[in-house]
Nanobody, 113 residues
Framework: QVQLVESGGGLVQAGGSLRLSCAAS????????MGWYRQTPGKQRELVAS???????NYADSVQGRFTLSRDNAKNTVYLQMNSLKPEDSAVYYC???????WGQGTQVTVSS
């Protein structure tokens, strides 16, 4: 049974920080590319960041320099540190694994101004 369980979302003021966590089970975590997507109503789904098994990361231009993606293979967990948050970062954030694709249920991030 594959499970991706996100946590850490919430309400924060602009300029603040949040750390999202994604705990994975039922997959061979260490060989999977992991990612975070976000979805805002009325907008296209956006890939925020991804990390390959070796640790190389990639970020959307919109979050470059503000967000940091990391993984802890011993804990089967991926983290998204979100700093200098902006109202436009508000979205439901989804944790994903690849090949085959799995999605978590999402966690809401709301940034107020």
């Amino acid at each position: 049974q594959v499970q991706l369980v996100e946590s850490g979302g919430g309400l924060v003021q602009a300029g603040g920080s949040l750390r999202l966590s994604c705990a994975a089970s039922g997959i061979i975590f260490a060989i999977k590319t992991m990612g975070w997507y976000r979805q805002t109503p009325g907008k296209q789904r956006e890939l925020v960041a991804s990390i390959i098994p070796g640790g190389l990361t990639n970020y959307a231009d919109s979050v470059q320099g503000r967000f940091t993606l990391s993984r802890d293979n011993a804990k089967n967990t991926v983290y998204l540190q979100m700093n200098s948050l902006k109202p436009e970062d508000s979205a439901v954030y989804y944790c994903t694994s690849s090949a085959p694709d799995y999605w978590g249920q999402g966690t809401q991030v709301t940034v107020s101004s």
